[in-house]
């Protein structure tokens, strides 16, 4: 007993605070660090770099520009064989700019300083100039976090628009990504532009997405392209953040 | 428990707070291929470097559930935790100092950090391994990934090391 006394007397002080420690750690993973996230908001409020892409994001534009052509085109000639389409209207997005790029290096994702005060929801899309960035998956009262296309988790149903061959695209850390066709022998060239499918749970139908670089037709168990975003993700400021309510 | 504790305890927790909300910053230099300094990792190997290695096991892993909070959306279901590596790291670290293998100085400081960044990198490749993603993507994304997380972080380690020993040894004055 008096073992245990001695005992509990040299380390009590210790154990507490290594349960504290614990305990307070524990809270803010369970709350997806909001506390933490939110300060890191209001201490880089001030120091909005404004730093010069405007070459890269300019062009990035008319690329963008091409793609929806592309896409537009090829929508048309469908319409004129289905005659009867629901139209998508495009609405109003909430601009916000970008304030962190994610705490570690296996992981992809932006915060950015709007939040569900500002009226962002989980699920929702962003966009930059050239197409698709990414989504909304954790929302904090002024402030919320996107991954991004590049993320290694992030998956995509996406289309090639000449052809309408579908496929799933990941993410590789890179302004890359990797698309996995559903068909065994899909036709596809190099060069062709790549927008999100319609069979998108996540994403709205025809967003660009980006441009066929390269393909391997060989590759086991599913041909597979690389896909160039056509987003310069590296470089984002800003990004649209567009409601979208995922139908389950 | 005496003032110079609690002064020595609040200026640790107010680093640790600068460390983490310097995760998601991306200075201009300060990346490479970006990816930035593991800030977290730093502030753990210079403060296991003087402790009980149950407590520098116990510091990692409540630093791994703060990263896991940063990182992890909860949309996906096997997502690899911070906590076993930092657990690792920091248990280690505070076993090298018992052994008296190395001393505590810059450039010891700055080894420690480079491998300890290596190995962090290392189990959490190992862990996506075994969560199934393909083995290829993973450990070639590992190579880039634990090389440059590892030179940045160790080259950056004094910045923080510097301060904060200075600090604990005025306060042990």
Not at chain 1, 201 to 230: D, K, M, T, W
Not at chain 2, 105 to 129: H, R
Request: hydrophobic residues 45%; proline residues 5%; aromatic residues 8%.
């Amino acid at each position: 007993m008096q073992l245990i006394r001695n005992w509990w007397g040299r380390y009590s002080l210790q154990l507490i605070l290594v349960g504290l420690g614990l305990g307070a750690a524990w809270t803010l993973k369970q709350t997806q660090a909001e506390v933490l996230v939110e300060t890191y908001r209001m201490i880089a409020q001030p120091f909005q770099a404004e730093y010069s892409s405007r070459q890269i994001l300019e062009n990035a534009q008319v690329l963008e520009l091409q793609y929806r052509i592309t896409e537009i085109e090829q929508q048309n000639q469908n319409l004129r064989k289905l005659l009867n389409v629901k139209s998508l209207g495009t609405p109003e997005g909430i601009w916000s700019g970008v304030i962190g790029r994610s705490s570690d290096a296996w992981w992809q994702q932006l915060v950015i300083n709007r939040g569900t005060n500002q009226g962002i929801k989980k699920g929702a899309i962003a966009l930059a100039s050239g197409g698709l960035a990414g989504r909304v998956t954790n929302v904090f009262s002024n402030s919320s976090r996107i991954l991004l296309l590049s993320d290694p988790t992030a998956q995509v149903g996406v289309m090639i628009s000449r052809t309408r061959n579908m496929g799933i695209m990941r993410g590789q850390e890179q302004n890359l990504g990797v698309l996995t066709f559903f068909e065994r022998d899909p036709s596809v060239k190099p060069g062709d532009i790549v927008v999100t499918s319609p069979h998108s749970g996540l994403f709205p139908p025809g967003i660009p997405v980006g441009r066929v670089r390269s393909i391997n037709l060989n590759r086991q168990p599913a041909p597979e392209a690389i896909i160039e975003f056509s987003v310069p993700l590296g470089q984002l400021e800003y990004v649209k953040i567009l409601p979208f309510d995922p139908p389950e | 428990m005496r003032h110079d504790n609690i002064l020595g305890l609040v200026g640790a927790l107010l680093s640790l707070l600068v460390c983490i909300l310097a995760l998601p910053l991306r200075l201009p230099g300060m990346t490479l291929m970006d990816i930035a300094p593991n800030w977290l990792l730093i502030w753990l190997v210079t403060w296991s470097l003087n402790r009980p290695v149950l407590i520098a096991i116990a510091t990692g892993i409540a630093l791994g559930l703060l990263q896991d909070g940063m990182t992890i959306t909860d949309s996906q279901a096997l997502i690899p935790t911070h906590t076993i590596g930092l657990a690792i790291a920091a248990g280690l670290t505070a076993l090298l100092q018992k052994q008296r293998y190395i001393q505590e100085d810059f450039i010891s400081v700055a080894l420690i950090v480079f491998g300890m960044a290596v190995l962090v990198e290392t189990i959490i490749a190992i862990q996506l391994s075994l969560f199934g993603w393909s083995l290829d993507q993973v450990w070639m994304l590992h190579q880039r990934i634990a090389l440059t997380s590892a030179i940045l972080s160790s080259l950056w380690s004094p910045a923080l090391h510097f301060p904060m020993s200075r600090f604990w040894r005025w306060l042990d004055k």
